[in-house]
């Protein structure tokens, strides 16, 4: 009989054997693979944490006792148990199933998150609110070893030691960050591992002592307590108890009944917070995803006997695109370094990591440091290009400001996943980068249209001296409109792809393509739309922009980001400064966050589809007409 089913909540959990918890686990792992193999998704280290969340439902009592998740792109197994099994096939689909923690959807998720290293600081917030209110409740942190390389856990933890807050962080350690942990932090981990030789060893003798008849179990029994009780005391852990911690581990991610054990040896310590030393295996369950558990951290739907991409047809994204052209760059330069924080792949860098070892850096998950560490590269004389999703730059906002445009530095930051990003969701959009950027003095805006804008985007800042940000969405930008506008990127000028003199449509990275399209259909009634290539959004194109305002021609702008502080924002107060007209509509997402689903649906949501904004030109224009555009923000259904 399958038990997965009849699990409602953690209730049914603690109810089952350890045997039970066993097959539970079997089950769990099945309905993962079958899910993600046709939704995509995270894949490996949700495999890998399984038999740890069930012993965790067992122990805890969440809700009452609050689990807090790092990062939150493991959590499926948690969802599993907690009541979501109906609207788990939808998994990361439109008005589906998160593939984070979403508030929305559960009581045991605290937190909507997707962003790394937050776990530790959350729930010591939320430890101090229980002491603080006279609660009795346990609160418990799980943290990936690849999150602990991120600076906030130990913000956390040292104001954790200190106040002797009774708290439990359980480190997920499977030696993984997405790619292979980095730092010397995950050699102490690996120390720490193989100082727990005694590990094989409390195997090796409970196997054999449980050969004896009658005494021989019993007494198995007893020296494995001994030996849990004395690794608790004596083994590694240096670096965590000098924070404050009580350390407890390494145990076995496989084994339910040990982990069980420790968790209520944990919750018995109250004057100090401990950390459980937990191994697991990254993929555990399905063959291709432990053997390869880069590629299957997040995977598109594919097919489970080969590992193959269902109905995957070969292209090239923007970032593998920006990662060739840098290395072409620094095969030529030999000033241009490679940053990435723990995202060597997902930003295209692998091929320079190959090329250019020495000039290649990956700082683990560590945005903010490594926006510094460039500042300090191109103080020594070289041009770091950091190559990060736009929403993880959003952790660096100060180091921008104080430690690159401050200091006027030649530092380039490579927006990747700019705009909007699809089945992650609202904590992975890359929607904040122009109201983020466009304030900082200094700073060079650039945000290309396609794959060959970028590379003169990329070209163009190498011969600056100042700092730069180039924003680039996460699909694949084929080159189109060369034939109209060309390529010949200047900065502080845009580029006219369409004349038109009835509406001027100001467009940025992908939007200009919808912008293009829309003018297409506009045509088709008669309406000639100016479509213009807004690539440089820092410094703006000012003249071009007093061109079109002194022609009286109605503008509306059109970007894939956030309308506050965004391009339509100020190019409104570019105008203003002139004593120009303002744009008459600015199109963009609206002031909220945007769900997860299939991109052409999430752009429709927004009002972002060329058909949808031809339909705006067509209102704008009637509104002129007729003499009563108010000149309001639209942002689609928002
Ligand atoms: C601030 C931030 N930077 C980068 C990422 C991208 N990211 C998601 S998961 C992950 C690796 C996390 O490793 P670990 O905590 O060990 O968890 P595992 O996947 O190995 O279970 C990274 C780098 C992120 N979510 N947040």
Redesign the pocket.
């Known amino acids: 009989m399958q038990i997965l089913p009849t699990i409602t909540g953690p209730a049914d959990v603690k109810k089952l054997s350890i045997a039970e918890c066993e097959q539970l686990a079997k089950e769990v792992r099945q309905c993962i693979i079958d899910t993600v193999s046709h939704q995509g998704g995270h894949l490996?280290?949700n495999l890998?944490?399984v038999d740890l969340t069930i012993a965790l439902h067992r122990s805890f009592d969440s809700p009452k006792d609050q689990l807090v998740f790092?990062?939150g792109?493991?959590v499926y197994a948690h969802k599993l148990l907690t009541g979501r099994q109906g609207i788990f096939k939808t998994l990361r689909s439109y008005h589906g199933m998160s593939g984070f923690p979403c508030q929305a959807e559960s009581e045991h998720d605290l937190f909507d998150t997707?962003?790394?290293?937050t776990s530790i600081s959350m729930a010591l917030g939320l430890a101090r609110a229980r002491d603080l209110k006279g609660e009795d409740r346990h609160v418990v942190a799980i943290?990936?070893?690849?999150?602990?390389t991120?600076g906030e856990c130990y913000e956390a933890m040292n104001d954790a030691g200190q106040g002797h807050t009774r708290l439990i962080v359980i480190l997920?350690d499977?030696e993984?960050?997405?790619s292979k942990?980095v730092g010397a932090l995950s050699k102490y981990f690996k120390n720490l591992r193989a100082s727990a030789s005694w590990y094989g060893g409390k195997k090796r003798i409970k196997a054999r002592m449980t050969k004896f008849p009658l005494v021989g179990k019993p007494l198995a029994h007893v020296i494995e307590n001994v030996m849990n009780m004395v690794k608790s005391v004596t083994t590694g852990g240096e670096l965590f108890e000098a924070l404050g911690f009580r350390y407890l581990g390494p145990f076995d991610g496989k084994n339910i009944d040990e982990m069980s054990r420790v968790f209520e040896e944990a919750k018995a310590v109250e004057d100090m917070p401990v950390l459980i030393h937990i191994v697991t295996v990254?993929g555990d369950g399905y063959d291709l995803a432990e053997r390869q558990p880069e590629r299957f951290?997040g995977t598109a739907p594919f097919r489970v006997e080969t590992g193959l991409k269902r109905g995957f047809k070969p292209s090239k994204s923007a970032a593998n695109c920006a990662g060739s052209i840098l290395v072409r760059m620094a095969s030529e330069d030999e000033r241009v370094l490679a940053v990435t924080?723990?995202?060597s792949t997902g930003t295209g860098l692998s091929e320079f990591a190959r090329y250019f070892p020495k000039r290649f850096f990956d700082v683990g998950?560590a945005?903010q440091h490594a926006v510094t560490l460039c500042a300090g590269m191109a103080r020594g004389g070289f041009r770091p290009f950091f190559a990060v999703?736009a929403t993880?730059f959003q952790?660096a906002y100060d180091q921008m400001i104080h430690d690159v445009c401050l200091q006027n530095l030649p530092v380039c930051i490579l927006a990747d996943h700019a705009g909007l990003v699809g089945d992650d969701g609202k904590t992975h959009h890359g929607v904040f980068i122009l109201p983020m950027c466009l304030s900082m003095p200094n700073l060079v805006v650039l945000q290309p249209r396609d794959s060959a804008e970028l590379e003169c985007a990329m070209r163009a800042v190498l011969k600056l001296d100042t700092p730069s940000v180039i924003a680039y969405p996460k699909e694949e930008i084929e080159p189109y409109a060369s034939d109209i506008g060309g390529h010949t990127l200047e900065v502080g000028r845009w580029q006219v792809l369409r004349e038109g003199e009835d509406a001027a449509l100001l467009a940025t990275g992908r939007m200009t393509k919808h912008a293009l399209e829309a003018a297409g259909l506009l045509k088709q009634d008669g309406i000639q739309a100016a479509v213009i290539d807004c690539c440089s959004l820092k410094p703006m194109d000012t003249q071009m922009l007093s061109d079109i305002g002194r022609r009286c021609i109605p503008m509306m702008t059109i970007e894939e980001g956030q309308l506050e502080g965004g391009m339509g924002s100020e190019i409104a107060r570019c105008c203003m400064k002139q004593e120009l007209p303002v744009p008459k509509r600015m199109l963009g997402i609206g002031d909220r966050f945007v769900t997860h689903g299939a991109m052409p649906l999430l752009l429709e949501e927004c009002g972002l589809m060329p058909d949808q904004i031809a339909m705006q030109v067509k209102e704008m224009l009637a509104g002129l007409t007729a003499g009563m555009d108010d000149g309001r923000q639209h942002a689609g259904k928002a």
Do not use: P, T
Not at 114 to 117: N, V
């Open positions: 490996a280290s890998g944490i790092d990062v792109h493991q997707g962003h790394s290293s943290v990936g070893d690849g999150a602990l991120g997920n499977n993984m960050s997405i942990n990254k951290h924080a723990a995202m998950i945005e999703y993880f952790r």
